[in-house]
Structures are given as C-alpha cells and as structure tokens.
C-alpha cells in the first residue's frame, strides 16, 4: 500500500512537471516608444498565458498586462510577447513574466529610455557582432563572457552586427544562444542585425529570426513590413539597423532600403545618429581571402550617399571577424559614393565625415591581429576578441572599444566627438523641412576654419525673402535684401526643395553659383566659388547635403 501510494505519487509529481511549462529564454526588446515602453518575450514548451506583472518597487508588482504567443517553429515552441506601454521615463521597473496556470520567472528590471527634451541625459550602448561560436577554427565558446564583459559597464541597451549564430534555421543553435543570452537581455533590450547566418528558413516572418525578436517594422513607401530593418530612437539619438543580407531590391543593390533610411533620418531629426549592419562598408581584405572583402553585397554605392547627406555619426558593421576603426570618411561627398576604400576626410574630422567600424569579435574566432597590415584611412585594427561602448551626454560622445574574453578585458581603441551645443533633439539634416531651425548648427559644425568663421554665411528664404538671422552662431548678420539684394549670384536655383541660399557675406563670391544638384544634393555651402559643388578640396568642410 504504502509502495503504491508512493508511486502514484510520483507519477503524479513527474505529469505535472512535464505538463509544467515555466517561462525560459527571457529577453527584452524595444518596438516602440524608447521612453515609455518595452517589449517583453519569452518562450514556454506548451501554450500557456502571456502575463507581466511589474512595478517600481522590488517584489510589489502594481501593475500587470496581457500580451500573446503563437507556435513558432519546432522546438522554439511558444514564442510570449507583452508590450509594456504607458511606462514613466528613466525608471527602472522590476517585473515577472509567465501565466497564473503556469508560474513565473523569477524577478528581473529593466529601465525605461530618457524623454526627449532638451536636456537627454545621459546614456549608453554597447555594440557586439559575430558572437557566435566558430568549430571550424577551433574557437571557444565565449559569447556568454564577453556579453557579460558589456553589460558590467551597465549600457542601457545593445546593438549587435548579427552572425548570433552559425545556422539560422538550426533552431538548437537558437537555443543555446538564447539561454547564454537570457541573463543580460532580460534586463538590458537586445537589438540586432540579421546577419548572412543568421538568415533562414526563408525570409521575413517565417524565419526563426524573426520569430524569436520582437523588433519595429521598416514600414512606408520603402518599408519592408517586416522586422529586417528597423530603426528607434533612444534621447537625442536615432539608431537604424539595415539588412544586408535581405531585401536588396532596386535599380542598384539596396535602393529600397536607401531610400526607407532616407526618410528616416529626414522624417526622425536627432543630434546623434547610427546605423548598423552586417557586412562591412570598409574592411581589409586579408591574404588568401582569410578576411572578406569591403562592399561585399554591394551597397555603398546605395547607402554612403544617405550616410553622407544626414552626416550620420557612426556605422557599426560586422562580418569580418576582428576590429577595425576607421578615420571619419565621405565618399560620396568627395564623388565617389560606391568606393571600396574610405575617403577619409582627416583622422578627427568628426564633423566632416562618418566613423565606419567593423567589430566582428564577440565570441566566433578571430582573424589574427598580426594580419592587420596597414590601410589608408584606417585608424586602428585589432585581433582581439571585443566589445563597444558608446556614452553620450547631450553633445558629447565618449567611444571606448574594450578587448575582451580570453584576452584581457581593457581598453584598446577610443575617441570622443563633441557637437555644437543647442536643442539636443533637432538634427541640422538639411533634408529636413524645419531647416531653418537647424542649419546654424550644422554650419557651425561642418565649418571648422576658424579663421574664417566670423560672419561669412547666413541664409535667406528665397521664396518669403526673410532672412535666417542665424543668431546662434554669428551676429550681425547683415541682411542680404538690404545689403546686397543686386547680387544676382547670389541667388540659387535650388529652390526645388529648399529655398536656402548660401554665400559668403564678405567676400561676396562664395555662392552656390546654383544648378540644383537633383541627384539629391541641394544644399551645398562653398567657401570658394571657384570649387565645384561636390568639390571640396578646398578643405573648408562645409559641403551640406540634402
Ligand atoms: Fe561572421
Ligand atoms: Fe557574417
């Protein structure tokens, strides 16, 4: 009797464990407001509710929501996604995810993004790529230490230039990187790029990619309608991931997506700006193709000139297994949009060009430091394994790329880029219809000849003749329809889209003598009118594109 009792006992203990479905693989993602919500995913071997309870103090959960889960593909069985919505700004909250039937996870926090005013506060974010493991070349497994290695450093998120791992229909290898990964994202939003391995089976939604991310969707004219390429904003900064391994569609490779970003950047303005993607704009292509090449799928000639025309800040690549910073670069500016090799534009000239990096060095093996060699308009290469962190306070950036797990955990790479002070949400694009608001900045920034820098530019509104007094940046602006309004040259013909007119009050000759650059140029400032527009060779820097 007593045996019996005891098995039934027993059995009835081993059938309500497996029908137990406690939550697992928990990981925290934005797909909305950076400030005010978060999404919440976990995975369940049964299907079970999709409940959060959370507050804002430990253990006193005052708050709860519902969200859903669908079958995903094989073993991810059930995929639970809660959006948290309505939340306060820089707040951290403590919650529990799974169902009342089921359990819950143990208690986690996340904080919610600063609100955007003009004074961001301060953040950061880390960037990793190529964390997957590497058999072939005997590499270890050491994603879950150099993850760890980043997150001490408390960034309020992270990026990643994809390769998470090395099959992406393997849905075991899914797995595994889904638990090394869970004790950080579920405190710290997870924000990839697919990249060339992670991709599969198919593409978009029924790719386990996918379905394992609750990521925004590239939407619009020039949208995907799926979560491979994505932006959000966080403060003062815009973050945009792109796919180079999808959605290459257009008359040149990626012309779709270009133009998406585009709209992006011109419709989202913010004083800081970074795209990410996997494979690398500018890479050393290492002997016997141990490395690959720079412009792998094409798509400098579609992107750089987007990058260029909205001076966006940083580009974070992947692919290339090891790190490589280059000196700040604008190809397209300089006229040649599809280069292979940078178009460095002076080892600081923040202001004058975009910092590419490639950081492939977050778990798989890599290319060995020794095979760096030297490239024109790189500023640093490493073999090291890698991680980086990005601080910005209003604006200044603080870019620290630390070595990492099994090598020693130090810093091996930095730079700090400071921006004019202002308004740190309204970006100087001159694509964007409030330009007027912004180009001080912009000029200000891009104009670092300093002796020059007295009182030589102000803008006009051709089609109202009001002038843009520009007082930021340069007082007594003398007004060109009092003082100068014969001056025929310095009327220009862009006034397609931007009625702006450039010149330089003192001399009176620096106009954009003014054909509109329709190719998407429209805005061009020149110190010397004897430069051509694209031309800037002059040195003054201050090419403004739309
Ligand atoms: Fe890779
Ligand atoms: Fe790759």
New binding site residues.
């Given amino acids: 009797m007593k045996i019996s009792c005891f098995l039934f006992a027993f059995l009835l203990f081993f059938n309500i464990s497996s029908l137990y479905s406690a939550p697992k693989y928990l990981r925290l993602s934005y797909t909305g407001d950076t400030a005010t919500s978060v999404a919440i995913l976990w995975n369940t071997d049964t299907d079970t509710g999709s409940l959060v309870k959370y507050g804002k103090k430990s253990g006193n959960y005052t708050m709860s929501a519902n969200g859903t889960s669908f079958k995903a593909n094989g073993a991810l069985n059930y995929v639970h996604e809660v959006i948290l919505t309505g939340l306060e700004p820089d707040t951290t909250y403590y919650y529990i995810a799974g169902s009342d039937s089921d359990g819950f996870s143990k208690e986690n926090s996340f904080k919610t993004g600063p609100v955007e005013n003009n004074e961001c506060g301060e953040f950061s974010f880390g960037y990793l790529g ?1 964390n997957r493991p590497d058999p072939t070349f005997g590499g270890g497994e050491n994603w879950p230490q150099i993850l760890d290695q980043c997150a001490a450093h408390n960034p309020d998120f992270t990026i990643n230039g ?2 998470l791992i090395i099959d992406g229909d393997q849905i075991d290898q899914w797995v595994k990187f889904l638990g090394w990964t869970e004790k950080v994202a579920s405190k710290i939003p997870f924000m990839p790029a697919i ?3 992670d991709d599969g089976p198919g593409q978009g939604d029924s790719a386990n990619y996918n379905q394992i991310f609750a990521l925004p969707r590239s939407a619009g004219n020039f949208g995907s309608d799926t979560e491979d390429y994505y932006y959000f904003t966080y403060g003062n900064a815009i973050f945009v991931s792109l796919s180079t391994q999808t959605f290459k569609d257009g008359s040149i490779p990626f012309e779709k997506q270009a133009k998406w970003l585009d709209e992006v950047l011109t419709n989202n303005p913010r004083k800081w700006k970074f795209v990410y993607y ?2 690398p704009t500018y890479t050393k292509n290492v002997v016997f193709d141990i490395s ?1 090449v720079p412009n792998e799928v094409k798509q400098n000639a579609a992107f750089v000139p987007v990058f260029d025309k909205h001076h966006v800040d940083i580009v974070f690549t ?3 297994h090891w790190y490589e910073r280059f000196e700040p670069s604008a190809c397209a500016t300089s006229g040649n949009p599809g280069s292979d090799q940078p178009c460095s534009v002076g080892a600081n000239s923040f202001d004058k060009g975009t910092v590419y990096v490639v950081s ?1 060095g977050a778990g798989a093996f890599t290319i060995p430091g020794l095979l760096c060699g030297t490239m024109k308009g790189r500023a640093k290469c490493s073999g090291d394994h890698h991680y980086i962190i990005v601080k910005i306070r209003n604006e200044t950036l603080t870019y620290e790329a630390y070595s990492a797990y099994p090598q020693q955990n130090k810093i091996m790479d930095s730079f700090t880029i400071t921006k004019t002070k202002g308004n740190c949400i309204l970006s100087p694009d001159a694509g964007y219809e409030d330009i007027t608001a912004d180009i001080p900045a912009d000029i200000i920034s891009r104009d670092t000849d300093e002796k020059d820098a007295s009182a030589d530019v102000f803008l006009m509104d051709i089609q109202d003749t009001s002038v843009q007094t520009d007082t930021g940046f340069y007082e007594d602006i003398p007004d060109i329809t009092e003082e100068d309004s014969s001056a025929d040259d310095r009327i220009s013909d862009d006034i397609i889209n931007n009625d702006i007119l450039i010149a330089d009050e003192e001399s009176g000759r620096d106009i954009i003598n003014g054909t509109d650059i329709t190719n998407g140029y429209d805005i061009n400032i020149s110190k010397d009118s004897s430069a051509s527009i694209q031309d800037d060779s002059a040195g003054c820097g201050c090419s403004l594109l739309k």
Avoid: I, M, P, R
């Fill in positions: 190529d994809g390769d990249g060339n391995h996997h494979h690959h992947s692919h290339n492939g």
